[in-house]
C-alpha cells in the first residue's frame, strides 16, 4: 500500500469550526479542525485565524507523518442527508407545537436545538 504524503493531505478539504474567544481568553478567535484532534491556531480577526489554522494544520500533519501515526482524512457528510423522520404521541407533538409558538420558532428549529442541548449534555457526562 502506497503511503500517503503531505501534498496528498494538504490537498483535503478539512473542515473547520472558528470560534470568538471572550476578553478573559485574549479575544480574538480560535480555530479547531474537528477531524485533526489537538490542531487549533487563533488570530486576532477570522482571516488571521484561518491563515494561522492552516499553518498549523501542516505542522500537525507534517509531525504526524514523521512519527508515523495516522492522519485522519476528512469525515464525509455524503453519507447523511440531514433529515430524520420520526413519530412521537399526539400530547408530546401537542406540547412541542406550544412551545415553539412561545419561543416564536419553528418546530424543526426546536427540535434541532433541543437535541443539541441534550447532546452536549451526553458529551458533558461521558468525558467524566
Known amino acids: 500500500m502506497e503511503r500517503k504524503n503531505l501534498k496528498y493531505y494538504l490537498s483535503l478539504k478539512y473542515p473547520y469550526k472558528i470560534e470568538t474567544l471572550s476578553e478573559e ?3 480574538g478567535f480560535l480555530i479547531t479542525y474537528p477531524d485533526l484532534p489537538g490542531c487549533m491556531s487563533d ?3 477570522v ?3 484561518i491563515k494561522m ?3 498549523a494544520k501542516r505542522a500537525w500533519i507534517e ?3 514523521e512519527q508515523g501515526l495516522e492522519i485522519p ?3 464525509s457528510n455524503d453519507k447523511y442527508s440531514g433529515r430524520i423522520t420520526l413519530r412521537a404521541p ?3 407533538h401537542r406540547e412541542l407545537i406550544e412551545q415553539t409558538e412561545k419561543e416564536g420558532v419553528s418546530l424543526n428549529q426546536y427540535l434541532v436545538y433541543l437535541l443539541s442541548k441534550g447532546l452536549s449534555k451526553s458529551y458533558e ?3 467524566k
Open 73 to 75: 482524512e476528512p469525515f
Open 63 to 65: 509531525t504526524r507523518l
Open 25 to 27: 481568553n485574549g479575544g
Open 90 to 92: 399526539k400530547s408530546l
Open 125 to 127: 457526562i461521558n468525558s
Open 53 to 55: 489554522g492552516e499553518d
Open 47 to 49: 482571516e488571521e485565524a
Open 43 to 45: 488570530g486576532d480577526t
